[in-house]
């Protein structure tokens, strides 16, 4: 569609992530197993639109982001950035090699910016010459100078909420810069204002956040967990030729998966205190046993489960170390004893009560949650291999229908429902870290 322009982007990176509150900057926090500016860059590089792209970093982290780039199709700088953000675009605007008719700003921190405002943005400069990526304001604004004080509350359609990319017709934004008075502009398309130029819209979208605090990487984290839920599923492949360990195998998920692994070729290993490769959860001895005894795997699913549905104080010791080894303790001893090949998975069933406590199942609950943490936690210090959390609403298996006698089984999710994420998961080669969640859709 553009064939006629030389088209460049710039990513700003610069940031040191005061508001994060980390030593790591934001966009270099890992999310689903790669660093944040990394997904953002990878969407600019999709859209196949452009003749280069500038990376403006934070010079203390050139190097990093040098040894995470991809392999492209089209030339990746890096630049140190500047002091300010209006500096680093300024530097982004001077690393082209060959200057470019469009180029098209975003930070790299809005990870979620998608292929059709990337292409809307490139279109629409091409016409205009500047435009900005905006969206309606859901909330109404005040007008309040002083702060303290309301002076006046104006009409809410009148007034948008700026987002990136910014796009620019390439010797308008530098020509933008270089007669500016200004030196901590936030916002380019306010430099171009300046010249007494319009900037025209680009309709953005509402998810297309800016990652700056704690609580935005929470937020990127379940956007994440959506769209792996809602993509389509990959085709099933041949899992010849790969070995999996199930830890609690004999069990209604266990056995799902085990047959489903093995519909497609796998070789599956089941592994409980009644297998030919016995393990016992509560003896971190027998679990390193199993495992010598196992060998290499190209997959490990732990996927044991022990539940009392009883009042913390009528439990006894013995069942709560029950519960704590089975659910969380030994499943942090498989991880740690197995021997898993460079890009194994690893996926650990938790539960829906991971995210809140039950009265009666407190033990368990926190056991689970405890799971979800450990999974996120182990998937940073392993980037080698693909570690995940498969979170099954209630599930139709004897330990629930033990538990829970008198549930209508037509509520409740089929080992099959969740064995068939777990064989997605596999499946996937891209990403880590991701808790996925298997409803019940009837």
Request: glycine share 8%; net charge neutral; proline share 5%.
């Amino acid at each position: 569609m553009f064939e006629q322009y030389r088209v460049g982007a710039i990513l700003l990176m610069g940031g040191i992530g005061r508001r994060f509150g980390s030593d790591t900057p934001k966009q270099f926090h890992r999310l689903a197993g790669k660093p944040v500016f990394l997904h953002t860059l990878e969407v600019f590089l999709s859209t196949h639109l452009f003749d280069e792209v500038v990376l403006s970093c934070h010079p203390d982290w050139i190097e990093t982001a040098r040894q995470a780039l991809p392999l492209a199709k089209c030339p990746i700088h890096i630049v140190k950035a500047g002091e300010t953000r209006q500096q680093s675009s300024w530097r982004g605007l001077q690393g082209f090699s060959h200057s470019p008719d469009i180029v098209v700003i975003h930070d790299a921190v809005r990870p979620f910016i998608t292929q059709s405002v990337i292409n809307q943005n490139v279109k629409k400069a091409v016409e205009t010459g500047a435009v900005d990526t905006c969206i309606p304001s859901m909330d109404t604004l005040v007008l309040a100078p002083d702060g303290e004080c309301i002076q006046s509350i104006p009409k809410r359609a009148d007034y948008l909420r700026g987002q990136t990319p910014q796009s620019f017709s390439y010797p308008l934004i530098v020509e933008a810069h270089q007669r500016t008075s200004k030196t901590d502009s936030s916002d380019d398309c306010q430099l171009v204002l300046e010249l007494g130029r319009s900037v025209g819209i680009v309709i953005g979208e509402e998810h297309n956040i800016k990652i700056t605090s704690g609580l935005d990487l929470f937020f990127a984290e379940q956007l994440i967990r959506h769209r792996f839920a809602e993509r389509k599923s990959p085709a099933p492949v041949s899992l010849g030729g790969h070995r999996y360990a199930i830890v609690g195998g004999t069990g209604g998920i266990g056995n799902a998966i085990e047959s489903q692994i093995a519909a497609l070729g796998g070789e599956t290993i089941s592994l409980s205190r009644a297998t030919p490769i016995s393990i016992d959860l509560r003896n971190p001895s027998s679990i390193q046993e199993a495992f010598k005894k196992v060998g290499p795997l190209d997959g490990l699913i732990n996927c044991a489960g022990c539940l009392s549905v009883t009042p913390l104080k009528r439990l006894t010791l013995q069942e709560i170390d029950e519960m704590i080894d089975v659910n969380l303790r030994g499943l942090i001893h498989c991880c740690r004893h197995a021997v898993l090949k460079h890009g194994a998975h690893v996926i650990n069933i938790a539960s829906s009560s991971f995210s809140r406590g039950r009265a009666n199942t407190a033990v368990y609950s926190c056991a689970k949650a405890g799971v979800v943490n450990f999974t996120q936690g182990w998937a940073d210090e392993r980037p080698d291999l693909h570690i995940h959390a498969v979170i099954p609403q209630r599930t139709n298996t004897s330990m629930r229908r033990k538990n829970f006698p008198n549930e209508d089984p037509s509520t409740l999710l089929h080992p099959q429902d969740v064995a068939r994420a777990v064989i997605e998961l596999l499946m996937q080669k891209d990403a880590t870290g991701l808790l996925v969640e298997v409803r019940n859709i009837c």
